[in-house]
């Protein structure tokens, strides 16, 4: 009897196995996007650019090897047994039976139980390395408090408080000065997270966390809240901006100041200190010592309005004033719904805090 000639449909092969190592590629490309990424509007964590980033970035470089090796040896066997051991027509109903290996059931036992004990040991030493480091004479403590949506940044030894920018010494080798954060909640829970100075670390009503960055190279570092607090959460962003000592002292003598205002302002004093603006807001020096918003004794002297939603402008400021929910809905500021005059006179003194 003639054997009878079996064609491959290598089409049918190649089309899922094309797909994956597409998909791989695809993985690589984003990852290689977000390592080139410099600019303070990408946070990389592929960048590190501090003690406890780093460590996390050594840590998950391993865990990608790790399983990206056991991804390319299991994907290898599946197709290799796919090819290999495909249905060909003169093929029986049913195949050899394989009932077992004794050497092979052992393997795949011990294997895994490894590679878990290694991934396990290398977080623990990491877990430890970051969460019990010695804090320093010299390191810098703030005071961070999560609120509905924005950041309370208060340094009690250096009596400075300030909102949603938060200002660090950088820690050269020869001079290290780490940064400490006491970690609290205002209200709900919150997550800080500087992808390219430290990991996530909660904030939690009634509990005190603690995290530690001690970033290298001057620059700005962005974050945001990186656990879901309401409906404004998308928009409770963060910066972070390391400066030299000298432009950290410098910058601490600045907020050490009160508010200054000219003559020529007090109408926009005055609209201020007689309006629900006093409630909430604090700016040395006036009336108005509110804590459930930020402090706005040197407001223009942020780059940004409103937990870094928007650039902070003139005209931008002015539509926080009188419609914030334009520019971040859902937050918690009301509408002051001035007529012209008063607005233009209120952002004419706001634009005095510096």
Known sequence: MKATAHKTDWGSVAGPVAGVFILLAEVLLAASLCSAASGPAIPSIFKPESTPADSIYGLSVLVLAITGLIFVIVFGLIAYAVIKFRRRSDDGPEPPQVYGSNQIEIAWTVIPVLIVLVLFMATARVIHAIQDA??????????VIGHQFWWEFRYPELGVVTANELHVPVSDPSRPTPTFLKLLSADTDHSFWVPRLAGKTDLIPNRVNNMWIDPHETGVYVGQCAQYCGMQHAKMLLRVYVDSREQFDQWVQEEKKSAQSRDAVNEGRRIFETTACVNCHTVSGTVADGRFGPDLT???SRDTIA????????ENLKTWIQDPDSIKPGSLMPAMKLNDH??????AYLETLR
């Open 134 to 143: 010695r804090k320093p004479d010299g390191a810098i403590e703030v005071t």
């Open 342 to 347: 008063d607005l233009d006179a209120l952002t």
């Open 307 to 314: 937990s870094g939603a928007t650039p902070n402008t003139p």
């Open 298 to 300: 040197h407001l223009m």
